[in-house]
């Protein structure tokens, strides 16, 4: 039987959609039917099996599945022994702790003798030992802001994203404790044709990470504006300058992060730069 990676995703959440869609900017395809637990792709020995996050670390520690996508709160959270492969860049959030907008807070000494509800008690308890905090841990599975407007617990430690569930319940997040995103992670001692195939799968997502990273970008400028411009913009080697039908012109090509992108454009627009297209780009090798 020939070899097949077998990859463990989110069935249904918040990493569902980003799996999925990092799957696909591999070239890779799969049949949508995430309700079946398992998928095959058409044109690349994968399969994806589809489960509960909480699962994912124990399923690739064991081998049930070879890789997985799952958040580093939860990797972390369950301890399992797998390789961290590679951060994927979405799902970001951060575990924090948070107290009522009343509380006085002046630290993590603050803490001691309360009670914070969270669903992560492995890593609030490494965070509060750290700290030499004494408080005490509860528990719960899900709705964690509501706990200390219900009288369940006087503080929370639980996933913020945009901050807007903590400021709806009364809560201000005064400690993190860790930040996240989402992993690709592998069994230990995968066998070497599994390897391989892990080994294409990565060369594939860095590619279309740095694409993302990155944008194409078109512009014209007068001559004697080009070596100006073409400091501005490295590009993968050196920007592409050509003469345009128009005497004393030049058009040049170069991709610019997406980080520094608006700064670099303004700078080119003051070197003299004109007719500025930007492009995505869809993948890049470096
Ligand atoms: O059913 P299954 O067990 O598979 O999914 P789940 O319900 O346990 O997880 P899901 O889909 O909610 O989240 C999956 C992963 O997404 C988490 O483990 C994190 O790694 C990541 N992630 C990123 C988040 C958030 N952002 C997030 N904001 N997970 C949860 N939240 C929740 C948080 O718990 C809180 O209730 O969103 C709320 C806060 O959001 P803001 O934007 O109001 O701050
Ligand atoms: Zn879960």
């Known amino acids: 039987m020939s070899t097949v990676i077998k990859i463990a995703v989110q069935k249904s959440g918040r990493l569902y959609q980003d799996s999925r869609a990092l799957i696909r900017d591999c070239g890779i395809h799969v049949k949508d039917g995430s309700e079946k637990l398992k998928t095959a792709a058409t044109n690349f020995p994968l399969e994806l099996f589809y489960v509960r996050d909480d699962d994912i670390p124990a399923y690739v520690e064991d081998g049930v599945a070879d890789i997985g996508i799952v958040g580093r709160n939860v990797l972390e959270e369950n301890g399992a022994a797998v390789e961290c492969v590679e951060a994927l860049g979405f799902a970001r959030c951060r575990l924090s702790i948070a107290v009522p ?5 002046l630290g993590a000494e603050t803490l001691n003798g309360l009670k ?3 669903s992560y008690p492995n890593l609030l308890k490494r965070f509060l030992q750290e700290r030499k905090v004494d408080s005490a841990i509860h528990e719960v599975s ?5 706990a200390p407007g219900i009288g369940l ?3 929370v430690c639980d996933l913020v994203s945009s901050g807007s569930t903590l400021i709806q319940n009364g809560l201000r997040e005064v400690e993190v404790v860790m930040e996240s995103e989402a992993l690709l992670i592998a069994k230990h001692g995968l066998s070497d044709a599994v390897r391989d195939l892990l080994d294409q799968l990565v060369f594939r997502i860095r590619s279309v990470q740095c694409a993302h990273d990155h944008k194409y970008i078109i512009l014209n400028a007068p001559d004697e504006a080009v070596d100006n411009i073409r400091s501005l913009l490295p590009g993968m080697r050196s920007p592409t300058v050509t ?11 170069s991709v610019v992060q997406e980080n520094d992108f608006w700064e670099v454009i303004e700078k080119l627009r003051g070197a ?8 995505p780009i869809e993948k890049m090798i470096r």
């Open 243 to 253: 003469k345009l039908a128009d005497e004393g012109w030049s058009s040049i090509h």
């Open 142 to 146: 899900g709705s964690v802001e509501i």
């Open 272 to 279: 003299g730069a004109e007719g500025i297209l930007v492009m």
């Open 153 to 155: 617990a006087d503080a």
């Open 101 to 105: 907008n009343s509380m006085k807070y």
């Open 116 to 118: 914070i509800a969270t």
